[in-house]
């Protein structure tokens, strides 16, 4: 009798680990990309669930991001205008519209963290109950015997339950990655790239080894442009406040080493940093500034900075809060080369493991630079006017819960997005236009360092910036070759120096809500997510003010909005104004009637704006 009960006991655990919970969009990864992703889902009528790793949703921006990456404003749109658009009025809200919060959130581009955690939660509760479920604390490994598929469709993965330790296993008819470092879709089977390309592969500016004065040179010594294995750094970014109220102190870490950062000590000294402006700088000069510091100044040396801001870049946040990233014009800093190189492939243990790694150096560098006695007294006292926000992260002693992944796998696609993609055709002029765009974006060709200080370099291995204009992003950087029902917005397809722009929150949110249209549409039209029509995903996208093409003079509330983003595709528009409401000229009408072959005249009193409509409700266009 005994044995029975446990042989019954046996099984009914088993059945309970191995039950299969079922929905419309399975999404890995709790990332601005998942979220968005599910509530697009959502709105097309399908559920979904998103499965985090960690205790909290929100990835990068719910965990020190809160300075938006965006070069130009409003060439995203969707759902990341909604996220600013909340953000904004939370400020207004609570603290009134003409606050100092309300003034240093910048339109919402700018906000703490918490209010970014806040922010996402209820855009998920806007979609209503029933539609989306949250499950943190899921981890999937990104193992192919986790993936169980039917030829090349995802059937179901298996993640773990780390509270429970137990074994959930979830199917649906779609699967996204939204994980940063393309764990799904290197288990599921997808290729994928990591390290550098040669600049010889793609004839890419930046690409491959590169020593660059920041921030747009000249390229100095070391440089040779050819492709490694390399991977961009990581680091935290921290929420720092001057705010005597909510500061913490910098607590030394239990595995502090000195030695790590000593070299800090002659870069204050010496006013040493990468502004090319510095490499004018004689030794003459580098003396007078010593000298200078000694006798209980701050530094001149050109380009040089001070106090905190020499080891983190901080850009002000609301309530006296700051996001301190990486401090680019340093040579050490709170990113740590070289030692992430395994991370995007490594097992989740390894990754713990180097997350406190991390912990440890970025207190210690701190810590350094605030109590070093090799350092001049005045320098510290500057940096000890910094410290943790005591209202963030609460749960984890003020200090972010989530290493900033810059670059992990880059899945291979149907699109191989490199930096021609993102660079002007002329000068002035747009980059090349993708008709299957499913959202406009903007950002600088922009990498982190690969390696750490060497001796002689000017800068770090691998950091380079290089301008671009606002480019279109086609459907098909996260569209797999050959699996037929998954779809990864944030580890997309393209070289190292093309995800160098794509890798920010703002393009990866429009491309999870891109990624949750279209699965709604592969469903529903029972196809894979290569053969549902681009041109109904974006009439979906286009419904929801989403922004496929960057006219700065367009905004989603105009009637013409959708009309003028569909010819816009088709090159109706090559300059960076719609100008709707001008009369249309001779030029244009020429061009009009090529691309729609028909003649289209200007009879000088007729504006863009009737002559769009003509063309569009008459059915005036040839096809496609």
């Not at 004018?280 to 900075?305: L, M, Q, Y």
């Not at 367009?554 to 003028?564: E, G, S, T």
Request: aromatic share 10%; charged share 25%.
């Amino acid at each position: 009798m005994k044995l029975l009960l446990h042989s019954l006991f046996l099984l009914l655990a088993f059945e309970t680990q191995a039950r299969t919970h079922s929905c419309d969009v399975v999404i890995v990864g709790g990332t601005p990309a998942g979220i968005t992703a599910a509530i697009a889902a959502a709105r097309e009528g399908k559920n979904s669930v998103i499965l985090e790793r960690s205790a909290h949703i929100g990835g990068l921006p719910a965990n020190g991001l809160g300075a938006t990456d965006i070069a130009t404003r409003g060439a995203t749109a969707g759902l990341f205008a909604r996220f600013i658009a909340l953000n904004k009025a939370y400020y207004e809200s609570r603290y009134g519209a003409d606050s100092p919060q309300a003034r240093d959130c910048s339109d919402g581009y700018r906000f703490e963290p918490a209010v970014a955690q806040r922010t996402f939660e209820r855009m998920l509760a806007e979609a209503g109950p029933g539609k989306i479920t949250v499950l943190t604390g899921r981890q999937f490994d990104a193992e192919a015997r986790y993936v169980v598929k039917k030829g090349d469709r995802i059937v179901s993965i298996r993640v773990l339950d780390r509270t429970t330790g137990r074994e959930e296993h979830y199917s649906g008819a779609m699967f996204i990655d939204a994980t940063y470092e393309g764990d799904l879709g290197a288990a599921a089977g997808v290729p994928f790239r990591t390290g550098r390309e040669g600049a010889g592969e793609y004839g890419e500016p930046c690409a491959g080894k590169i020593y660059r004065w920041w921030k747009h040179g000249p390229d100095a010594d070391g440089t040779t442009y050819e492709g490694d294995d390399a991977i961009q750094a990581y680091n935290y970014r921290l929420c720092l406040t001057d705010d005597p109220q909510n500061r913490l102190a910098i607590p030394r870490p239990e595995r502090y080493d000195r030695e790590e950062y000593v070299s800090l000590v002659g870069d204050v000294l010496d006013g040493r940093n990468t502004d090319a402006r510095y490499r004018k700088a004689d030794s003459a000069a580098i003396a007078r500034n010593r000298r200078r510091i000694e006798s209980g100044e701050r530094t001149a040396a050109p380009g040089d900075v001070w106090g905190m801001a020499k080891i983190t870049s901080m850009t002000r946040l609301p309530n006296a809060k700051t996001d301190a990233n990486n401090q680019h014009l340093a040579l050490i800093s709170t990113d740590l080369p070289e030692e992430n190189w395994p991370w995007p492939t490594a097992d989740w243990a390894w990754r713990d493991r180097f997350a406190e790694r991390l912990r440890d150096y970025t207190l210690g560098l701190l810590w350094f630079a605030q109590h070093d006695e090799a350092l001049p007294a005045h320098f510290r006292e500057a940096c000890l006017q910094w410290g943790l926000a005591a209202d963030e992260y609460r749960d984890n002693g003020g200090f972010p819960r989530q290493v900033y992944v810059r670059e992990g796998r880059r899945l291979e696609g149907c699109y191989f997005f490199t930096a021609g993609d993102a660079l002007p055709e002329a000068e002035g002029k747009r980059p090349p236009l993708h008709p299957a765009s499913v959202t406009a974006s903007h950002y600088a060709l922009d990498s982190h360092a690969v390696r750490k200080r060497e001796a002689g370099r000017v800068h770090l291995d691998g950091f380079f910036s290089h301008p671009t204009a606002v480019y279109t992003v086609p459907y098909g950087v996260m569209v797999p070759r050959r699996i037929e029902n998954l779809l990864f917005p944030a580890a997309v397809s393209g070289s190292h120096v093309g995800f160098s722009t794509l890798r920010m929150e703002p393009c990866w949110m429009a491309l999870g809500e891109a990624a949750g249209t279209a699965a709604a549409l592969a469903i529903d039209s029972r196809k894979d997510v290569r053969g549902i029509p681009t041109e109904t995903l974006q009439e979906r996208l286009l419904r929801h003010g989403a922004m496929l093409v960057y006219l700065r003079d367009l905004k989603a509330d105009d009637p013409d909005y959708a009309r003028v983003q569909r010819l816009a595709l088709r090159g109706f528009f090559p300059e960076w104004e719609a100008g709707l409401d001008r009369v249309l000229d001779g030029e244009t009408a020429r061009l009009w009637s090529t691309l729609a072959g028909r003649e289209i005249t200007a009879d000088g009193t007729t504006t863009r704006r009737e002559w769009l409509r003509r063309i569009t409700t008459n059915q005036f266009l040839k096809p496609n």
